[in-house]
Nanobody
Framework: VQLQASGGGLVQAGGSLRLSCAAS????????IGWFRQTPGKEREFVAA????????SYSDSVKGRFAISGDNAKNMVYLQMNSLKPEDTAHYYC?????????????????WGQGTQVTVSS
């Protein structure tokens, strides 16, 4: 499966953005999709994940209450609505396919990483 993230951009602190992740191709459908983010020199950080089959979601503490992940199973799309953005949310955001049925915060539980999309929040 191939994943394509989009929707990033430059926004002021307190603003909102919605990221999209489109899944296509491949011979298997992932159990769900996870969003991670990364800044230069740091490891990839878990942001949120959704299980397509159960609609269960998981969030990192740093985004809980501000970000919301949702999925459209029929369209093979996952969205990350990001509200009340902070400068520390600035990062390159990636979506990836969850390989197992249990939501995970570990990057090793995911595959088919897309190119990602840049989010920059100005103060």
């Amino acid at each position: 499966v191939q994943l394509q993230a989009s929707g990033g951009g430059l926004v002021q602190a307190g603003g909102s953005l919605r990221l999209s992740c489109a899944a296509s191709g491949g011979t298997w459908k992932p159990y769900g999709i996870g969003w991670f983010r990364q800044t230069p020199g740091k490891e990839r950080e878990f942001v949120a994940a959704i299980n397509w089959r159960t609609s269960l979601t998981s969030y990192s503490d740093s985004v809980k209450g501000r970000f919301a992940i949702s999925g459209d199973n029929a369209k093979n799309m996952v969205y990350l609505q990001m509200n009340s953005l902070k400068p520390e949310d600035t990062a390159h955001y990636y979506c990836a396919a969850l390989r197992g049925g249990v939501l995970s915060i570990l990057a090793t539980s995911y595959s088919s990483w897309g190119q990602g999309t840049q989010v920059t929040v100005s103060s």
